[in-house]
């Protein structure tokens, strides 16, 4: 998608902090942290949300929670972090590419 930032971060046309990468998804700081470890895990396929995952689009899905788990471990986080995603406006979704925002480092409240 022409107009996504996510897709312009991914392909260096935006600088950004690249904390992982290879041939599925892209991982990189988030610009503005809620956590001391923040960053965002995204599929280098253009998927608009979750709402959009499907048969072909599963396995990528897998493979990021399996990146996201391996960056856990090698970064000294794998005791404690969150996985977030935001599906559409009401959930608060701002750039409609999918992505799964890492949170870490420091006590994370609950949702009650």
Not at 65 to 84: D, H, Q, T
Request: charged share 20%; aromatic share 8%; proline share 4%.
């Amino acid at each position: 998608m022409e107009n996504c930032i996510f897709c312009k971060i991914m392909n260096g046309e935006i600088p950004t902090t690249k904390v992982y990468e290879d041939e599925l998804c892209f991982a990189f700081l988030d610009i503005e942290p809620l956590a001391p470890t923040h960053f965002l895990v995204i599929p280098r396929k253009h998927i608009a949300s979750a709402a959009e995952i499907d048969g072909d689009t599963a396995a990528v899905v897998g493979h990021i929670y399996e990146v996201i788990a391996k960056l856990a471990k090698e970064m000294g986080f794998s005791e404690g972090f969150r996985v977030v995603t935001n599906c559409g406006a009401d959930a608060g979704q701002t750039v409609h590419h999918l992505h799964f925002h890492v949170l870490a480092g420091k006590q994370l409240g609950s949702f009650n």
